[in-house]
């Protein structure tokens, strides 16, 4: 959570100008994203979201990020609308930066969430994979399995070690998940990253899924094991209620009900999904200082999640 | 700028639960304040800022600073109001962190300023300082030119060579300052840190005067040097335009003209300014681990800006 860069008010109204949005009332830098620098933006007509590309996207992938959000937009999915400036275009750049303008959306991040709102996300996601199967641009998923496994292998086994003990058992348990990972799986284009933080809410209504930049082809029910995974469990990596996680597959299904093979390939999926938030939590914690000012998210809360996975097979899903 | 605590969903909608102003429908962490922690919130009612009182602040002093912005408030200063829970209180206590919200005011603050603007930054500046002097509350300065050549003493001269080869001069010229300080000048209430980011403006127009956690009892005439300090220079330390300090001087002096003995110390107090965020500056340079994620402000800015009011004396406000 950052501002990488400052945008002075008289850069922020020249940007805007380039929009057919109003005039500028106030901006101020939000703490959101880590691979990109955001403001609230007030114009005298609405609010929106600019945001600043800095690192980790690349701009060629721009196309996809947000003609995705104006995809699922279209077909009525809580996602913000992506604004295009005058000439259409849907971002432009600051000196060697690109910036877009975004629609922004009301609602708060739940932390403690109930089984209403695991239901309505289960909701919000079949809804964005049924509309993103129109979708005509593809994407590569580059954190799958394989990938994700070779992070933590690039890291090395002492390295793992020192952020916990139990940390390089992670080794032996990726070759397991790479050798057994699921095929021909129903495929979408799926957000791959839908923890709390990146869904808005009010009350037990989704009214905004955001940060799609890690948007990609894949198997949904991936994406319903990755979203299982960010949501079910506490701190201690424990399930907090078994009903959270019956209430995200009810809703999920109440839209697009899961196949045979997607059901059976849930367990493995899901130690997936955590040994990818294992690997980028583990690499982003040795890049960074620990006297930094930036609070590192623990690879461990992902361990215990994937040991959850592995002890419990498929009654982790009932 | 940071957010150093996590407020979750729950926590905020508990929170604004104890106030008079609707519902929570958004919230956002944003990267303003150095010793707080800022949200931007959204009721069904209207927007609000939300701050958390991290470190720096002592809580005792928040009936001063907290009762200024009603009073500065309702005698119309452009400044925000102090938003009361529904008991009257102007804080309450998240855990033990003590938390006030605060009205939300538009505008941007202006990076590359122009005289109109000066000129209406000076007239707010003159609007608040008459209207403190019916505030009943005291506050002593804490930054005085004493207090913060000690700082600078508390640094040594080697660290500050350290920062900057000729920084360690400033020890000499600060006894200098401290020995001819102008006593006796009008005093009020005076904001003492009004940098343009403590200044929201539309177009010419101040629309808030913010970040009042410097306010304290002191002489009017050295707000004024301050804000001449803090807004008349470019990065290199040259003054920027003449016009600038003119039009400052000039919108005060439209609501308050200066008398002869603070026109006459203007340069003293410009140097005690200037003396004040060096000394600051330096200490957080020091504190601040060179690759910490915080930008670092460098004392060198303010050692140019000190040069120049000693080498042009009265006519630097001319």
Chains 1, 2 share one sequence.
């Not at 009301?106 to 049924?130: D, E, F, K, W, Y």
């Not at 196949?259 to 583990?282: H, K, M, N, V, Y």
């Amino acid at each position: 959570m950052a501002v990488y860069t400052h945008l002075g008010a008289e850069d922020l109204a020249r940007l805007i100008a380039e929009y057919d949005v109003g005039e500028l009332v106030s901006a101020k830098g939000i703490a959101e994203g880590v691979s990109n620098s955001n403001w609230l933006i007030e114009t005298t007509r609405a609010r929106y979201i600019l945001t600043m590309y800095e690192r980790r996207i690349d701009p060629a992938d721009l196309p996809f990020f947000l003609g995705l959000l104006d995809h699922l937009s279209d077909a009525n999915c809580p996602v913000p609308r992506t604004i295009h400036d005058r000439s259409g275009a849907a971002w432009r750049k600051i000196d060697d930066k690109a910036v877009a303008l975004i629609e922004f959306l009301p609602g708060v991040s739940p932390t403690t969430p109930n089984p209403a709102q695991l239901r309505a996300v289960g909701v919000a996601l079949a809804q964005t994979h049924l509309a993103a199967q129109g979708f005509p641009m593809t994407r590569a998923n580059d954190l799958g399995p394989p990938q994700t496994l070779a992070m933590l292998v690039q890291c090395g086994r002492d390295a793992l070690a020192l952020i916990d003990p139990e940390l390089p058992a992670v080794l032996a348990l990726g070759d397991g998940i790479v050798a057994s990972w699921p095929s021909d799986l129903p495929a979408s284009i799926i957000h791959s990253d839908l923890f709390p933080d990146n869904v808005l809410m009010l009350g037990d209504r989704v009214t905004g899924m955001i940060d799609f930049y890690f948007a990609c082809s894949g198997a949904m029910a991936y994406d319903l094991a990755v979203t299982h995974a960010a949501w079910c469990f506490d701190q201690s990596g424990r399930r907090n209620y078994a009903e959270l996680g019956k209430a995200l597959i009810e809703g999920y299904e109440s839209l697009r009900p899961l196949s045979e093979s997607e059901r059976t390939a849930l367990p493995s999926l899901a130690q997936g999904a955590c040994l990818r938030f294992i690997a980028s939590r583990a690499q982003d914690w040795l890049d960074t200082p620990a006297d930094a000012l930036v609070r590192r998210k623990d690879p461990m809360d992902f361990m215990r999640r994937l040991e959850f996975y592995r002890a419990n097979g498929q009654s982790a899903f009932t």
